[in-house]
């Protein structure tokens, strides 16, 4: 079929009817690129929402409280967009950075029970804190599954010794088919995993065996056992 | 008439009223779930584990059992501790079951099944308070994580029972 159309048709309209052809290709192919751009979810002030701890969480009660100072918060979650909370339905994003989120929920306890330093220098113990999953994890479907994840070098100032702590919190919400409703959701979602992870690491036991250790070990005895201030893995998810 | 009716529409509401159960208070101060662990060739990812953990912590707060569900390794009060417990366990079997069987044959042939053992101890003196076997069967064209959502229910239901029938006295 094709030698007998190119037997009979002339080169000069053969080219004159490939252009239209070739042009109509390119013209598809440009729209559905701009099409699959067009669907990459933006951030608008209808589909931000605002992560909050709300009230403080009340730490655990230490023999000799310590004064504690957060010097950074490392994002480690491996996300391009660690604010995309949600792809599908026009898009879900935080109106802050997680690191920021975190770091300001875990000031503001230690703040209302007065075991943050005024500054790093006036500091008992130096945390550092590796961001591994904020946000929405994968559920069944059926509703929301919102998970914080994170790991926190404790460091004593003095003796430079160091303890890892780790802490995760989870919450699941139910589902919605109205957007509002499904944003309302995620939100309540994501502030009471938050909570969880934040209570987690404030009431936990390893947080209470680091800050023996690390203190005991400012006093001349030697620390239970240093973590050598390397950055911590990610836990399997 | 019109007064026998309303007496009689009191005592049906009366009755009702009578009827509701009462909100009893819940008979332990904190209830902690831990990660369940797998047995060895039970192909199922850490991340099944992770949201049956959140799972059953959100089902433990539903069943009220407990006035606080706290995470796993969060310290608790020594005055709490006698009234406090601990669920830990582990997934035992998993069989990722068979679409074309379940298809075919149907009544529960070729659905995916998943057994899990659960210790519920008290905090303070580690006792057993009680053992669970849960044992929850789902077509195998389902999500895994449908399956924890009702290994989690189940666990709970089964808990909760037992430890009302030992809280009563004999």
Known sequence: MSSYWRAKTPVFLRCTLLQPVLFIVAVLTLLASLRAKADEPKPKPENTISIQLGEPIPPQRFEHPPKFWIADVTDRSGSPQPMLVMKERGGLFLDKQPTVILKEAIEQSLKAADLLASDQGSADLVLRLYLFHFGLASGSGLDFFGKVEFSTIVKNAKTRESQEVKAVGTSIASGAFRKKNMQKNVEEDIEAALRDATRNFLRGTQLKEAVTALLKGADGTPAAAPGGGTSPKPTSN | ?170
């Open chain 2, 1 to 170: 008439m019109r007064v026998l009716m309303a007496s009689v529409v009191t005592a049906i509401f009366a009755i009702g009223v009578a009827a509701k159960p009462k909100d009893e208070a819940p008979q332990y101060k904190t209830a902690e779930a831990k990660h369940f662990t797998t047995a060895e060739g039970v192909e199922l990812s850490p991340a099944f584990v992770d949201y049956f953990y959140a799972e059953l912590r959100a089902e433990l707060t539903k069943a009220k059992l407990a006035n606080e569900v706290i995470g796993e390794g969060e310290a608790v009060d020594d005055a709490d501790a006698p009234k406090s417990l601990v669920v830990s366990g582990t997934i035992s079997e998993y069989k990722k079951g068979n679409v074309v069987k379940s298809a075919l044959i149907g009544f529960g042939a070729g659905f995916k099944s998943l057994k899990m053992d659960a210790d519920v101890v008290r905090r303070s003196d580690q006792q057993n308070l009680c053992t669970l076997h849960v044992h929850v069967k789902v077509d195998p064209r389902w999500n895994e994580k449908i399956m924890a959502k009702g290994a989690a229910r189940e666990m709970v239901k089964e808990m909760k029972k037992v430890l009302t029938e030992g809280m009563k006295p004999a």
